[in-house]
Nanobody
Framework: QVQLVESGGGLVQAGGSLRLSCAAS??????????MGWYRQAPGKQRELVAT???????NYADSVKGRFTVSRDNGKKTVYLQMNSLKPEDTAVYYC????????WGQGTQVTVSS
């Protein structure tokens, strides 16, 4: 069973930055071999994929965040990060992390609010 816990959300002004963390725990998964992803869901909208990081650290971003967001991972800490810079009001959403694959799991989400 896998538990994913996000942290780092909050309220920030447009142009500001936040760093989200997602820590994995449980067993018997091996964190390093799993693709990790960040999603977000704004009020009244569908959940959308923001970024992914594979086991070989191949990274993909949604067009809407390219050049502003950076995903990274620390396999020793079983943690994936999302550095968000130049935040815009349209980035306001609940952000979720996900572990893909055999132990497909979601975190509970963390709220990010960007004021104009």
């Amino acid at each position: 069973q896998v538990q994913l816990v996000e942290s780092g959300g909050g309220l920030v002004q447009a142009g500001g930055s936040l760093r989200l963390s997602c820590a994995a725990s449980g067993s018997p998964f091996i964190f390093s071999v799993n693709t990790m992803g960040w999603y977000r869901q704004a009020p009244g909208k569908q959940r959308e994929l923001v970024a992914t990081s594979t086991s070989t650290e191949t990274i993909n971003y949604a067009d809407s965040v390219k050049g502003r967001f950076t995903v990274s991972r620390d396999n020793g800490k079983k943690t994936v990060y999302l550095q968000m810079n130049s935040l815009k009001p349209e980035d306001t959403a609940v952000y979720y992390c996900r572990m893909f694959g055999r132990y497909d799991s979601w975190g509970q989400g963390t709220q990010v609010t960007v004021s104009s």
